[in-house]
């Protein structure tokens, strides 16, 4: 909503097509201010296995808790949070705040599933996010095995030598690799075999049609055979009934995740809902 409310005379934009110069740079110290004000949270929504109906991990979506604004989304703040360079500091902090959530359910005796974070293309220019992710696994101590990075097609389509080297690095350290929103990039599909992947995330576009569309059916049904083809576990996103879980059995899905099994809930929720003890951490009872 552009319109003006009150005393915040600006909108969340976009873009910077329809962004003033003035209003994007005063949306840039906002959002300054709120990393410093520890105003960004993470919600965690479950990935579930299919075929045991177990929990799979968790993926973790930023929003910012505006003091005037409420839960702002992340669709409202992350380009031009990737367009300032601001991505940096917020990935950072979204990391932070993912490893320190780890860290407490551990410490509280739960089995914490592997958390995914998103990451957008301009995190991996350089080696902010390597080293960024070695310091907060070390600090909460934490392997790599816990953590997942989800990335975009249109990050990888370029073929840029820097970001598969940095790919490749990650791998090898143990971190899960998956692309998020497959099908939807304007990529060719030569980077798959050139990407240390270990799993494509069927678009939840493609998974809103199904089971009716054929077209959707046969593109999900595709995208199945070609992760599995290509050693790759396929989850699918935006799973919202049971006719559509029913299909994605059926076509042989290893996971899915969507508001049938749950919206992204704060981090006290998910784990009621979701998180059981650790064995290690049952308390010994007589029976
Ligand atoms: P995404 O990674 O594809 O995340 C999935 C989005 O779909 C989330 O929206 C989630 O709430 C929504 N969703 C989940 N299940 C369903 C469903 O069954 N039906 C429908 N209609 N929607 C569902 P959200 O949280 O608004 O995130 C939007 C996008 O913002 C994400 O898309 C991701 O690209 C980006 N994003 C979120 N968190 C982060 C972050 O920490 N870092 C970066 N770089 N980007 C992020
Ligand atoms: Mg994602
Ligand atoms: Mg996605
Ligand atoms: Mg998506």
């Not at 069927?202 to 995208?223: E, K, M, Y």
Request: proline letters at 4%; aromatic letters at 6%; charged letters at 20%.
């Amino acid at each position: 909503r552009a319109k003006n409310q009150g005393r915040n005379r600006y909108a969340f934009y976009t873009s910077d097509l329809t962004a003033s110069a003035h209003q994007r740079l005063e949306m840039e110290n906002d959002m300054r201010r709120g990393l410093e004000r520890n105003e960004f949270v993470l919600h965690y929504q479950p990935k579930l296995d299919l075929s045991s109906g177990k929990l799979d991990g968790a993926e973790a979506l930023v929003r910012w808790n505006h003091p005037q604004r409420g839960m702002v989304e992340p669709d409202q703040f992350i380009p031009l949070a990737e367009e300032t360079g601001l991505i940096v500091d917020l990935g950072r902090t979204i990391l932070n705040i993912a490893c320190a959530q780890l860290a407490q359910w551990r410490d509280q005796g739960l089995t914490a599933p592997r958390m995914a974070i998103n990451v957008s293309g301009a995190q991996l220019i350089g080696d902010h996010l390597v080293n960024d992710i070695r310091r907060a696994l070390a600090k909460h101590s934490l392997s790599a095995s816990q953590l997942e990075l989800e990335i975009t097609e249109d990050f990888v389509m370029n073929q840029n030598r820097e970001a598969i080297v940095l790919l490749d690095l990650f791998s090898s350290m143990g971190i899960h690799l998956s692309i998020d929103d497959f099908g939807t990039g304007y990529s060719s599909l030569a980077y798959l075999k050139e990407l240390p992947l270990d799993t494509l995330k069927i678009d939840r576009s493609f998974v809103a049609g199904l089971p009716g569309n054929h077209h959707d059916a046969a593109i999900s049904q595709t995208i199945i055979v070609l992760a599995h083809n290509l050693g790759m576990a396929v989850i699918a996103e935006g799973v919202e009934n049971e006719l559509q879980r029913e299909l994605l059995l059926e076509q042989g899905c290893d996971s899915i995740q969507g508001y049938l099994v749950s919206r992204p809930l704060p981090a006290d929720e998910f784990a009621n809902a979701f998180l059981r003890r650790a064995p290690s951490h049952q308390p010994s009872q007589p029976v």
